[in-house]
């Protein structure tokens, strides 16, 4: 079965730049989507088809994928931000999520 | 605007069958490219996608889970219905259902999701 591997956590100082990392076997020819979850919460969609960012979602959420691994870049990090992350695409007819990132803000 | 609420019971013996309905409002399943998918989180756990159901009633199983799920919809009520069957403590998550926007395309996308239920499940 398909699988998504994400570091489980990466820590970032306010206003600087939080990178995660999501490989998969042959990613970069498939779409992959991000999703926010801060405690207690529904996930959020923040980044789909690779580096697009749905309506409402803040300009310093941006997405990339090359090779074997899409990327969520944080910009301009601040604590709000401070979340689980998970990556997700599909592959035969199943959809697949990444184990998740957790994401310090310090 | 698109919502989605689960609901169903929040506790469940072992081997009983879980049903859990998502009511949904803001599109309708008889909509081309449409759908709502079911996905779970235990207790501190990664998300779990389990099934999915589009607009033509085409669905959409889970390998690991697949004998043990069944997905429905009811596009009068703008419902969608999960069942589990043979449930086991390892099943305990919050249960969500998601909206699906260019189903089968390579760019869909799980793009509004309800608040989520959690079930338990315990003698």
């Known amino acids: 079965s398909y699988e998504l591997t994400q570091p489980p956590s990466v820590s970032v100082s306010p206003g600087q730049t939080a990178s995660i990392p999501c490989s998969g076997d042959q990613l970069g020819d498939k779409y992959a989507c991000w999703f926010q979850q801060k405690p207690g919460q529904s996930p959020v969609l923040v980044i789909y088809?690779?580096?697009q960012r749905p309506s409402g979602i803040s300009e310093r959420f941006s997405g990339s994928s090359s090779g074997n691994t899409a990327t969520l870049t944080i910009s301009g990090t601040q604590a709000m931000d401070e979340a689980d992350y998970y990556c997700q695409t599909w592959d035969r007819s199943t959809y697949v999520f990444g184990a998740g990132t957790k994401v310090t803000v310090l | 605007q698109i919502t989605l609420r689960e609901s169903g019971p929040t506790l469940v013996k072992p081997t009983q069958t879980l049903t859990l309905t998502c009511s949904f409002s803001g599109f309708s399943l008889t909509n081309n490219e449409e759908g709502v998918a079911w996905i779970r989180q235990p207790p501190a756990k990664a998300l779990e996608w389990l099934a999915l159901i589009y607009w033509d009633d085409d669905k959409r199983y889970s390998p690991s889970l697949r004998s043990r799920l069944t997905i429905t919809k009811d596009t009068s009520k703008n419902q969608v219905v999960l069942k589990l069957t043979n449930m086991d403590p390892v099943d305990a998550a919050t249960y969500y259902c998601?909206?699906?926007?260019?189903?089968?395309?390579?760019?869909?996308?799980?793009?509004?999701w309800g608040q989520g239920t959690l079930v338990t499940v315990s003698s």
């Open positions: 998601a909206h699906t926007a260019a189903a089968r395309s390579p760019k869909e996308m799980f793009d509004s």
């Open positions: 088809q690779d580096n």
